[in-house]
């Protein structure tokens, strides 16, 4: 997969800026995610990552500089609005609920009524029609396997979980994915399916913005990198352009690089 | 960059075929299920369960020990009177206990709610159907409190509703002098209060208007929680705070609106507890939110929020109706029901806590 860095980016900031008191945690940050690409985000603890993550989701107000959605400047106060404009967010805790079923929880927040006087004056919820797009959802992604979609989500294992978190944001996201450490809490062989998984929802022509630690994963699905440093973009980088040990050079600041992102 | 860029394709390669040759199951147990283990998940994924079990069981016994006497259609249509305010109550202590809360005051709520009926309509003169109105307002506004102290000054449910209890009890002396208001009074001036006191006569079986009323409330907020998204969103809230507000639930939101309709509900008790004893007592009702407490956790409804179904509280209501009344039809003394009630809590409890730590 080979980003075209000639589109306008689906989602971008220009001089972005957040302090906390004395601390600038986002010093005029840029940033471009284009269409059908995984970026990847990767920084020390402390260099802003988090920041702007926040930022781009809609739980944090820059006090500086602007976000572009789609070429179009957009102001979110609140992570719902983001929502809404088609941002979701996939978080590394498993945020699901454990003791509602998987139907329940993809569609949290979102339910579906029925149509007609039942829905309206009675709110009643559409059930099948909400269990039938789970499980489309569910078998487009693959992870129809195992799943009974009225299964409790508690009796799945961690992957699992983390697979129904993955759908969510598939399911609703139009725009743009932002994946936070989804592999953090998993084994090997878990962390594996999710990140098949999240080459599936890319294939599928969502773009993905993936924050993760983990060097081999960040290189094995990322199309481009970015490397946060210092509250900013240090630079960006491809999986075939340099390797792990030139990637944690620049993000500790061991290696200077000058590079322009549009020619990464 | 050749070299950089094979040393990258290899290590992602080895990690590919490191994991690729792992085993699926990381720690894989022979899967035969015993018996004890289908019946734990089975209980697990019903939680209505274990509760009918018991009160099927309770019944059982007691018609072989009492006989006929107990298993009358009268007999058990005043068991079902003498559970109708806990009941009504129970709804209330049941929607707050699926959020991970407990609320002491609804007892208070209730009893503040018909002191206030009572004096609208007799001392006031209101129309009946006025004073009944106004009492649920009351009912409304006391759980808003409750619901704002908890989410607006974040005081823990149990210390908030303890206060609340206290506070809303003096008022209820206060507002009431401390005096009860008379049955005849009442009848004389708005009958209506008394009216959930009517019985319709079913096979031999007594049937108040209140029992009705409690069912038809265990009906509508039964459909509440479990057809509709605001339901959803309760357990959710109860389940993992956290997880709905990362869903997009205004958790807030929902616990205000649990609360106040915990308020409304124990307002309409108030109607039913009128319609019981006929008379206002201010000293009425002083044990009632422990003893919804007690029937929401023997109908299987867990203290830590999220699980739980609605129609256990009426059968954990029930179940003890029935032991109080079996228990003294067979002449034990009344000390062996309290007895008796307090072992059931215990086991139900003991029985959530085994079901929830080996399916969970």
Known sequence: MTTNTNQTPILQTKNLVKRYGSVTAIDHADFELYPGEILAIIGDNGAGKSSLIKALSGALMPDEGEILLDGQPVNFSSPMEARALGIE?????????????????????????????????????????????????????????????SQAVESLSGGQRQGVAVARSALFGTKVVIMDEPTAALGVKESRRVLNLIKEVRDRGLPIILISHNMPHVFEVADRIHIHRLGKRAAVITPQSHSMSEAVAIMTGALEVNNDPQAA | MSSTEQKNSTAVLDHDKVADQAQVYVASFEHKETPVQRFKKFLHHYPVAAPSIVLLLAIFCFSLIVGSRFLSAFNLSLVL???????MVGIAQTLIILTAGIDLSVGAIMVLASVVMGRMAID???????????????GAVAGFINGSLITRLKLPPFIATLGTWNVFFALNLWYSNSETIRAQDISNTAPLLQWLGNTINVFGAQLTYGSLLMLAMFVVIWYALNWTAWGRHVYATGDDPAAAKLAGIRTDRILLSVYILAGIVCALGAWVLIGRIG???????????????????IGGCSLFGGRGSIFGTLIGALVVGIFRNGLALAGVDVLWQEFTVGILIIVAVGVDQWIRKGTA
């Open chain 2, 81 to 87: 009177q003498q559970v109708t305010i806990i009941g």
């Open chain 2, 124 to 138: 006031y003169g209101l129309d009946p159907w006025l004073a009944l109105c106004v009492g649920i307002a009351v």
């Open chain 1, 89 to 149: 967010t996939v978080y590394q805790n498993l945020a699901v609920s454990p003791a509602l079923n998987i139907a329940d929880n993809l569609f949290l927040g979102r339910e579906i009524r029925k149509p007609g006087i039942l829905g309206s004056v009675f709110r009643m919820l559409d059930k099948k029609a909400m269990e039938q797009k789970a499980k489309d959802k569910m078998t487009e992604l693959g992870l129809m396997t195992i799943q009974n979609i």
């Open chain 2, 279 to 297: 008379s206002i007592s201010p000293q009425a009702g002083y044990t009632t939110n422990l003893d919804s407490i007690t029937a929401v956790v």
